[in-house]
C-alpha cells in the first residue's frame, strides 16, 4: 500500500483546508484509513478515521465539528475537510492504512503510513 496525503498549505486563523489521501495502487479499499499529525516537537497524534466503505467516523475531540473526514471509493482518496483552523492545528498531516477494516483511533493499528503534507494555520 503507498499513501500519498496532499493539499497541505498556509492559512489564516479562521480558514479552511481540504487534504487529500490517495492510493495510486488501489491497494486500501479495504483497510479504514486515518489521519494523524505532528506538530514540532510534539509527539504524533490521532485526528480523524474512517472505515473502508467510508462508515463510523471518528474524531479527536479537539477536531470535533471543525474536522470532517470523507471516502471517495471510486477515486480510491479519503479527505480530511479542516474548517475554523486554529494555530494549534499547525502541523505535519499524514494518512495510514490500517490493518483491519474498522474505523479506529489507535495508532498502533495502522500499518501502513504515507509521506505527510504540512498545514500552517497563521494567528
Known amino acids: 500500500v503507498q499513501l500519498q496525503a496532499s493539499g497541505g498549505g498556509l492559512v489564516e486563523t479562521g480558514g479552511s483546508l481540504r487534504l487529500s489521501c490517495g492510493d495510486s495502487r488501489r491497494t486500501s479499499s479495504n483497510n479504514a484509513v486515518g489521519w494523524f499529525r505532528q506538530a514540532p516537537g510534539k509527539e504524533r497524534e490521532f485526528v480523524a478515521s474512517?472505515?473502508?466503505?467510508?462508515?463510523?467516523?471518528k474524531y479527536a475531540d479537539s477536531v470535533q465539528g471543525r474536522f470532517t473526514i470523507s471516502r471517495d471509493r471510486v477515486k480510491n482518496t479519503v479527505y480530511l475537510q479542516m474548517d475554523s483552523l486554529k494555530p494549534e492545528d499547525t502541523a505535519v498531516y499524514s494518512c495510514a492504512a490500517a490493518r483491519g477494516s474498522s474505523s479506529t483511533s489507535n495508532p498502533s493499528m495502522y500499518r501502513y503510513w504515507g509521506q505527510g503534507t504540512l498545514v500552517t494555520v497563521s494567528s
Open positions: 474512517i472505515s473502508w466503505n467510508g462508515g463510523d467516523p
